[in-house]
């Protein structure tokens, strides 16, 4: 700060700020709320302002969240949105296998499961944490440090910005686990990237790679992270070296099939995954957004996020409602099918048994749900 404008602060500002959070700043079990210097557009760190990084911390369960993290993500939006000294919120996750693959279906299956009353509650609470994202007074850009994920990729669209590793993969699972993707991406999706493709995400739950969502626009921007003899290389998993076939279709960002794709995974095997140019790429986007003027910058992404807002607002009531009743039968069945399978048995029902035995008037029984477990004989 300049001498001038120094003595003006020490000469005006109030000596006891009055603190606006709800709650003390508190560290919840698997959520981590860190402040990092800001730095400015030459990456020098600029005294006296931070960015927040807002971390989800259970990577064994590829960061998914808990009722508990939820609640920790809804106060740490809250703080980082009442700090008067924080310029961004970097939401993001640790590692870099996964920023966030939904609800936890550990705790769906065994807790909520059968439980609509129960779910509802829940529910409450998934609901303020959308409404934080959307609603934080500081930027939030989703760094995706690994795969982005049913409940987890509506979380990361409820952010402003999205900037991703090219490893990590986008989609939606609730149609195959037993749930709607109504906690966001059915409002979202069809704004950012089409009704078309947001259809393909939202029900048949096939993953876009990250050059594909960039190229559909879920994300603004993608680096590399694979390292190979010390060099960055592009997902060796996906086509990034040509952008038709012979036929004149898209093919820059599918997946690789065949012998590419196995000499991807080889390429895969020898590498290291390195995340610092994902780093670097959120600093540059804080930078970028502290040389602004603040209360314009704000009124802007406001505005930019009504459009996400009016969806949002005008169907998480009855999304809630839907998806408790849901509790009683496919998610039920779908969460616990996948908590309760492994790689032998598969983690997903024979959705063509329950489809049939539905087409002859089937009742939901307990007895049913039981045999449609994976491995059930
Ligand atoms: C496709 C996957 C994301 C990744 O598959 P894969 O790479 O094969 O890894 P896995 O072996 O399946 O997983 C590795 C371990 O992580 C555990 N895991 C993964 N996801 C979760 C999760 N969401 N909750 C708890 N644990 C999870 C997995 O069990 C493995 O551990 P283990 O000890 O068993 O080896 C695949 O993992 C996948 O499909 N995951 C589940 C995705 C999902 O269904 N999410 C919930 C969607 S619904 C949701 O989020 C909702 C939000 C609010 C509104 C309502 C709603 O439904």
């Not at 020098?44 to 920790?72: A, C, F, H, R």
């Not at 993608?222 to 592009?234: C, E, Q, R, S, T």
């Not at 959120?282 to 459009?307: D, N, Q």
Request: charged content about 25%.
């Amino acid at each position: 700060m300049n001498p001038t404008t120094q003595k003006l602060v020490e000469q005006n500002a109030p000596a006891q700020l009055v603190d606006h959070n709800l709650v003390p700043e508190t560290v919840c079990p698997g959520v981590l709320y860190e402040k990092r210097p800001a730095r400015n557009l030459k990456g020098e760190v600029v005294p006296g302002l931070y960015n927040v990084w807002i971390s989800l911390d259970n990577p064994k369960q590829y960061n998914s969240y808990t009722t508990d993290m939820v609640k920790g993500l809804i106060l740490a939006f809250r703080a980082a949105s009442c700090a008067r000294d924080v310029a961004s919120v970097v939401f993001t996750a640790v590692g870099d296998k996964a920023f966030c693959t939904g609800g936890n279906t550990k705790e769906y299956a065994e807790y909520y499961a059968g439980n609509p009353q129960e779910y509802r509650q829940y529910m409450r609470l998934f609901n303020d944490m959308v409404s934080a994202i959307l609603g934080c007074d500081k930027p939030v850009i989703c760094r995706v440090n690994g795969m982005r994920i049913g409940g987890g990729q509506e979380i990361g669209m409820a952010a402003d910005f999205t900037v991703a590793q090219d490893l990590a993969n986008f989609g939606q699972a609730g149609p195959k686990h037993g749930s709607a993707a109504i906690g966001g991406a059915t409002d979202f999706l069809p704004l950012m990237i089409g009704c078309e493709q947001a259809m393909v995400s939202g029900t048949l739950c096939e993953p876009f790679s990250a050059h594909k969502a960039n190229r559909l626009g879920i994300c603004m921007q993608i680096v590399p992270a694979l390292k190979v003899d010390g060099k960055f290389i592009a997902n060796p998993l996906v086509v990034t070296d040509r952008y038709l076939d012979e036929f004149g279709r898209i093919i820059h960002g599918e997946f690789k099939t065949g012998d590419e794709l196995a000499a991807g995974k080889e390429l895969m095997k020898r590498g290291e995954i390195d995340l610092s140019l994902l780093d670097e790429a959120v600093e540059k986007l804080c930078a970028k957004l502290i040389s602004t003027f603040p209360e314009c910058l704000t009124k802007s992404f406001e505005e930019l996020r009504k459009p996400k807002l009016d969806a949002w607002n005008r169907n998480k009531e009855n999304s809630r409602a839907w998806l408790a009743l849901n509790m009683m039968n496919e998610a039920r069945t779908g969460f616990r099918a996948f908590n309760e399978g492994n790689k032998e048995t598969g983690r997903e029902i024979e959705f063509t048994d329950l489809r049939q035995a539905l087409a002859k008037g089937m009742p939901w029984t307990p007895e049913l749900i039981e045999s449609l477990m994976p491995g059930a004989k």
